[in-house]
């Protein structure tokens, strides 16, 4: 075990003892810099060995880790340093054509004539120390490659990791902020319990090869990649960004057994294996959530990856993203209806948004979590965490759903998505679904826009799996009528080659009702 190889990137391949050593090489330097237990530590970079090395170095000694999306930019990086209290920053130099050094410079403008290890910056009061991952020289900064190369006191490192508790806070992930400022959701060392689950559901096993390329500042990456491949003795097969091609090459070459993403990630999948097809037969499970699920990408996923094995996922950063889960020997239509069951020791429940009282089977309400998986709160934001944790424990989670009664969530839609024709409350992710069944609908996406007489209506937004296949927008409301509600066919729709979406793959929905309320306008507008 100890020989076996646990990081594999372009350029190394890691085994797990080499792995151990460098963690408590990093940890000494930690301790060396003047950090302590408690103190913050933000990682600003794409999937590396640093990311993990600074990750499992901090937990080691009782430090707490804030990933931070290398999408960002200065205001963003500014306020989650400033935020979380961010004592120490590891950092890259460039990716994507973004000079990360200059970006900082704006947040600490003396930077390159500061000292190492000794950083002031009145926009940063709790900042210290900066750190450079590989050999990039970045002024002001210590570079892990220097790290690596001392001896650690392992002596130091021991006493400091024996004051370290499961208890104790171990990360800070930030919400995306799509209705607002991103709050820091705090999590123990107790959520790797949940790592264990996905690794039991998925049938991972020591020796698997296990494709990272879900970034590790998303609760995906490091939940569903990076914990449970250190836990359970896997290869860990790095990619720094998202390539289809080369996640693909990755699979057939390391002869990767398991796999997952969102939507997104399948949809471009089956699109490069098209063009040039590999041999993927080693996946043995691949896990899909993240967003609305539709039953023919995981038909689609099971031939092209050539498992039974697509397993839907459904949670987020408060309470990780593995909250429910196809098992894997469920019958293939529970992952295309986009189920789960609870993959572990806590509590679930339905109740009714506005009374609070618990729903039986088949009753649509709102999700409400309780357990080890559920945030230990916002960080340093008391008043987000009372409207969001009850008093009892129970984490409202803002996601519209219903249990059967078997115990399978199927999710309906957010609260705050979810929009009401005439009386009627309506769910974007049923509507979805059914237009999805159409032959040349690739995706849809629906939204709710105003309406003088009934309120609000349905807006479809449509992504054609041939742009030349003569869909219209009669075809599509046509498809809907006679088979779903009235109240649940769409009155418009618009046809995109794309949807907006986060730095993580989402898909931007206020981004769309802002687009579908501008087109109602301007249509009603030319039609006076």
């Known amino acids: 075990m100890p020989k076996a190889e646990f990081l594999v990137t372009e350029s190394e391949r890691i085994t797990f003892a080499r792995f151990d050593q460098e963690v408590d090489r990093v940890a000494d330097g930690l301790l060396a810099a003047g950090l ?29 880790v804030i990933p931070i999306n290398t999408r960002y930019k200065s205001g963003e990086l500014e306020y989650i340093l400033r935020q979380s209290d961010a004592r120490a920053l590891l950092m890259m130099d460039t990716c994507w054509g973004i000079d990360y050094p200059a ?25 210290r120390v900066i750190f450079s991952i590989d050999d990039t020289v970045i002024p002001g900064a210590i570079s892990m490659a220097s790290l690596l190369d001392t001896p650690a006191n392992t002596e130091r490192v021991r006493a400091a990791s024996e004051a370290v508790v499961p208890e104790d806070t171990a990360l800070i992930c930030y919400t995306s902020g799509t209705t607002g400022r ?22 991972m096993k020591t020796g698997d090869a296990l494709l990272a390329h879900m970034p590790f500042y998303h609760v995906a990456g490091l939940f569903m990649a990076a914990l449970p491949a250190v836990i359970h003795g896997m290869s860990l097969i790095v990619m720094r960004d998202w390539s289809a091609d080369r996640a693909l090459d990755l699979i057939e070459a390391e002869k990767v057994a398991h796999f997952g993403g969102i939507p997104t990630h399948y949809l471009d ?43 839907a996922s459904y949670g987020m950063t408060e309470n990780t993203i593995s909250t429910t889960f196809t ?24 109740v009714d948004p506005g009374t609070g009282a618990e729903q039986g089977p088949g009753e649509i309400g709102e999700l409400q979590v309780r357990g080890h998986i559920v945030t230990m709160g916002y960080y340093k934001n008391d008043e987000a965490t009372s409207e969001a944790i009850t008093s009892d ?18 999710i309906t839609g957010r609260i705050k ?57 009669e075809s599509v409301i046509a498809h809907c009528l006679g088979i779903i509600a009235d109240y649940k066919v769409p009155r418009y729709v618009c046809f995109a080659d794309n ?30």
């Not at 129970?394 to 199927?410: A, H, I, P, V």
């Open 393 to 410: 424990g129970w984490f409202r989670t803002g996601d519209l759903g219903t249990f059967d009664e078997r115990g399978f969530l199927k």
């Open 269 to 311: 999948c089956f699109d490069a294996q098209t063009k040039r097809p590999r041999d993927l037969s080693t996946v043995r499970a691949a896990w899909i959530g993240g967003a609305a699920v539709s039953p023919e990408v995981v038909r689609r996923g099971r031939e092209v990856f050539s498992t039974p094995h697509i397993l």
């Open 417 to 473: 998505e979810m929009f009401i024709v005439g009386g009627s409350n309506t769910y974007p992710a049923e509507i979805e679904a059914h237009l999805e069944t159409h032959p040349a609908i690739r995706q849809a996406l629906v939204v709710g826009v105003s309406h003088a007489r009934l309120g609000q209506v349905g807006y479809a937004f449509i992504r054609k799996t041939d742009v030349d296949s003569g869909l219209d927008e």
């Open 36 to 64: 302590e237990k408690g103190d913050h530590v933000a990682l600003w970079l794409t999937n590396s060995p640093d990311w993990v090395r600074m990750l499992f170095a901090a937990a080691r000694i009782g430090m707490v």
């Open 103 to 127: 970006l900082l410079t704006t947040l600490v403008p003396d930077l390159a004539s500061q000292t190492p290890g000794d950083i002031h910056a009145e926009a940063l009061p709790n900042l």
């Open 327 to 350: 098992r894997y020997d469920d019958p293939p239509e529970i992952a295309e209806q986009n189920t789960g069951r609870l993959s572990g020791d806590y509590e679930a429940r339905i």
């Open 499 to 528: 949807f907006p979406l986060t730095e993580s793959g989402k898909i931007q929905r206020h981004v769309l009702v802002a687009q579908a309320e501008k087109d109602v306008e301007a249509r009603s507008s030319a039609s006076a």
């Open 182 to 203: 991103p709050k820091g959701a705090m999590h123990s060392h107790v959520v790797s319990r949940q790592s264990m689950n996905v690794a039991r559901i998925m049938g």
